[in-house]
């Protein structure tokens, strides 16, 4: 004799909110309520802020391309990440160019892909009018990836210039609620990124970071593109931060806007964190990192994420690297060799607007 248990709506819901996307897609086919629950966008809010299970996104330039899904804070686990929404067209370049409540920014030099690894949702859009013009210097242009609260919408962001024009610059931006590509006109530097290695920036506080040279200074600063705003402008570096661009880069580092500093001569990483949001004086050189004496100091070395015990995670050559809040060494894994594009991003139960009836599932 089989007993039916009967639990209240209100406790399914907190059991529901600790779970992970993957079991969450499955138990949606359950009953209709738990499809209801599971499906509406406070649920989706609220898991994101409950669970907030922090991946790192792998991917390999082989043949095919390999896109892998780390847990390294909990139990090393990964996976292979079904992207059969990029077939059957002929991708082979792919840089990731921002990452925000749990979607991916992919550049395929052709177009670009919003793409949620944890549900599968994705969405294509088309370059810019003066990207697709400039894809000949798509390497030294500046992409970001983020979201607007006060209207539901995911924007991404390429600040160019046209070396043919003086060095003309161009603010162009990408509403998914407008589905447009929308120019801001008003006059501003031309900027620069490493050209060797170009970096997505950090979106933070509602607002996308990059590290840029201004042209025709030899000026290094923080350009800070507001999302809600529509408004660029510039932060500048700690006093006496000496490095050269291809040295450092901006990212997020727990609740800070944070740089990381790589000294070559010296084996070492430092970690600089702006505690208090545009007030420059509160930069503050926070921690070291030293590498082991007889282990390579790999030039592309970087941190990646901090996790929420305080951790960080880096990339060293084919390992990711976790140190403690005291720079000490805790433990590596060994990656995909071939692994070249590399970020954290967390799960979420979140989609586009207008998903519904518009974008396409695995």
């Known amino acids: 004799m089989q007993m039916e248990i009967n639990l209240p709506s209100e406790l399914i819901i907190e059991i529901l909110l600790r779970l992970p996307v993957k079991s969450l897609t499955r138990f949606k086919s359950v009953c209709k309520s738990w499809f209801s629950i599971i499906s509406h966008s406070n ?8 669970t907030a299970s922090t991946h790192i996104l792998t991917i390999s330039a082989t043949s095919p391309v390999k896109f892998q899904s780390i847990d390294f804070e909990i139990n090393h686990h990964s996976v292979l990440l079904n992207h059969n929404f ?4 002929p991708y082979s370049y792919f840089q990731i160019k921002g990452s925000c409540r749990g979607f991916i920014c992919l550049y395929c030099y052709i177009d670009i892909w919003i793409w949620n690894p944890s549900n599968g949702i994705h969405k294509q859009i088309p370059l810019s009018p003066f990207g697709s013009e400039l894809l000949e210097y798509h390497l030294r242009h500046l992409y970001g990836f983020g979201y607007d609260p006060s209207r539901d919408d995911y924007m991404v962001v390429l600040l160019s210039y046209d070396p043919r024009a003086n060095f003309s610059s161009h603010l162009e931006f990408f509403s998914l609620r407008d589905n447009m590509w929308n120019e801001i006109e008003d006059a501003h530097f031309a900027y620069l990124t490493d050209f060797g290695n170009p970096r997505a920036g950090s979106f933070f506080n509602g607002a996308i970071h990059w590290v840029a040279e201004r042209y025709g200074s030899s000026v290094n600063v923080i350009v800070v593109f507001d999302l809600m705003e529509r408004k660029l402008f510039e932060m500048p570096l700690p006093d006496g931060f000496d490095h050269d661009l291809e040295d450092f880069g901006v990212w997020i580092f ?7 500093v790589v000294d070559y001569d010296n084996h070492l990483v430092e970690i600089w964190v702006m505690k208090e949001y545009k007030l420059h004086s509160s930069w503050t050189k926070t921690l070291v990192i030293r590498a082991k004496r007889g282990i390579p100091f790999y030039p592309f070395y970087k941190p990646v994420c901090r996790t929420k015990s305080g951790d960080i995670i880096g990339k060293d050559h084919d390992r990711l690297v976790k140190y403690n809040d005291k720079g000490q060494r805790l433990e590596y894994l060994y990656i995909d060799r071939y692994a070249n594009e590399l970020a954290m991003y967390t799960e979420s139960l979140f989609s586009l607007p207008g998903e ?6 695995r």
């Open 43 to 50: 649920f989706a809010n609220s898991h994101f802020q409950i």
């Open 86 to 89: 990029l077939l059957p067209r």
């Open 254 to 260: 727990g609740e800070f806007l944070s740089l990381w």
């Open 356 to 361: 519904l009836g518009a974008s396409s599932r």
